[in-house]
């Protein structure tokens, strides 16, 4: 296993003249060079580290070519790259805030309005506009000539993401690159992803799936990605580019079959790999694409323990099936009931150490290094791996985002007009059922002033008020 540096350096070598990352500049997709891209990527830690930038390095923004740069400028040479949903709020990272020291914030213009909040309060931050200053920084980092050291201690954090930003104790999960890049062998021997390949991107990049899987192996296989230029021209684009290999959810799957046509399914069965993680895929949907011929494959995994847990082996049709655990990690089932049915865990390489600065005795991961996923589920004797459900309240987005029922509840019960509050999930969305002396209206308003700070994907759909004076109780 080599360091993201030392990667660059050799694709430098093997694939400097062959096109690695296209974007669509207007209406046609451009692309660019392995060798123009890790250019820019040294040329921009330049200029990072010419400004001072380093320790952790906020990356908020959508998918985009310069997001990449920043990554792999970041996570290869500068410091820790700390990429968040870019739907996120201003009281969403300030709560990531109160938990890591923040450098540096690399932000796309439209996310101004909420830089402008967090600028008055964290004036120690260097704010760099992604549209506006990196023009500038990769013409300076072009000219100097200081030699560029790449971070090559493995088990040094590169990477923290944040399973959410919504409550005062986010959870930071810690990455090194040793973690991240683990599972390469395991999936390379499943699925070898070459040169010769073609990805399409369009989930974001900022989630480990699509980050890592999707992304950052890119660097060892050679792959060549385009970058989705607008989820609503996405089918249109996948025709025009015939990828080889792609990552997705059930939600998109869902649209990809809802929309079928000839056209579509002969560009499906052009696809090599077509990864479907995040969530529960519909068996039904499962079942018709495998019985003509795509080669569908599910996925499970987490962002604690680097993405993929489990990924189905090619050629295996065996519907109920998420996946069959990856060589090189070590999951059991703990605390079976009578069908073998318990919680998952998972230890070996790509697990991280554990979250940061949590001070509530709260943690996931065991004595012996083990993540406890909170997945219930069993092992058959092949290793495929069977989800059961959770052990946990959290709620899966038909997108595969992940919303925790408890931290909505905490927000909530902050009024303390508000007794309790039991948020569960409605048609993939989340609903809560509180109990207070409010009247309705005014129990609906409050919960419209929280939905103000949450991102789109997290905000209360549907409120149910059960107030003492109309007997009403929680159930």
């Not at 990805?199 to 899987?213: E, K, M, Q, R, T």
Request: contains cysteine; charged residues 25%.
């Amino acid at each position: 296993m080599k360091c993201i540096c030392e990667y660059l350096e050799e694709d430098r070598r093997k694939w400097g003249e062959l096109p690695y990352i296209s974007v669509k500049e207007n209406g046609k997709f451009v692309s660019h060079t392995f060798g123009e891209v890790i250019g820019d990527v040294q040329a921009l830690a330049r200029a990072l580290i010419s400004k001072s930038v380093c320790g952790n390095v906020m990356l908020y923004s959508p998918n985009s070519y310069e997001w990449t740069i920043a990554d792999l400028a970041v996570m290869g040479y500068v410091g820790v790259c700390v990429p968040i949903d870019s739907e996120w709020t201003a009281f969403d990272i300030l709560n990531t805030i109160s938990v890591i020291e923040i450098n540096t914030i690399l932000y796309e213009k439209s996310k101004r309005g909420v830089i402008d909040e967090l600028r008055d309060q964290h004036p120690e931050i260097c704010f760099l506009c992604i549209d506006e200053n990196f023009p500038e920084l990769l013409k300076k980092g072009k000219t100097i000539d200081t030699p560029l050291c790449g971070k090559k201690d493995m088990d040094k954090t590169a990477m923290i993401l944040f399973t959410s930003g919504t409550t005062n104790r986010p959870k930071a999960i810690p990455l090194t690159q040793a973690n991240l890049l683990h599972n390469w062998n395991a999936l390379y021997e499943r699925t070898p992803m070459t040169e010769s390949d073609i990805s399409y991107i369009f989930l974001p990049l900022n989630h480990v799936y699509a980050g890592v899987a999707n992304f950052l192996y890119t660097i060892i296989s050679g792959m060549r990605i385009y970058l989705c230029s607008d989820r609503s021209k996405m089918l249109e684009e996948m025709l025009e580019i015939r990828p080889t290999v792609v990552c997705t959810v059930p939600l998109i799957l869902k649209r990809i079959y809802d929309a079928m046509n000839e056209n579509i399914m002969e560009m499906l069965k052009n696809i090599r790999f077509l990864y479907c993680g995040g969530s529960f895929t519909d068996p039904e949907i499962k079942k018709y694409f495998i019985e003509n011929n795509v080669q569908l494959l599910e996925a499970y995994g987490t962002t604690e323990t680097s993405s993929v847990i489990a990924l189905e082996k090619p050629g295996d049709k065996h519907i109920d099936c998420n996946g069959v655990i990856l060589d090189g990690l070590d999951v059991r089932i703990i605390d079976p009931d009578p069908d073998g049915v318990g919680e998952i865990i998972v230890g070996g390489g790509s697990v991280s150490a554990g979250y940061i600065s949590r001070n509530d005795n709260y943690s996931d991961f065991d004595s012996e290094g083990f993540y406890h996923t909170g997945d219930l589920g069993f092992i058959d004797g092949d290793g495929r791996l069977f989800l059961k459900g959770r052990k946990k309240r959290m709620i899966i987005t038909a997108n595969g985002k992940n919303i925790y029922a408890d931290e909505l509840e905490e927000l909530i019960l902050k009024n303390p007009e508000i007794r309790s509050a039991a948020v569960f999930e409605e048609e993939f969305h989340p609903a809560v059922r509180v109990y207070t002396d409010l009247s309705e209206s005014d129990a609906k308003k409050y919960i419209e002033k929280v939905n103000e700070n949450l991102p789109k994907f997290k905000r209360i759909k549907n409120v149910y008020v059960k107030s003492e004076s109309r007997g009403g109780r929680l159930k």
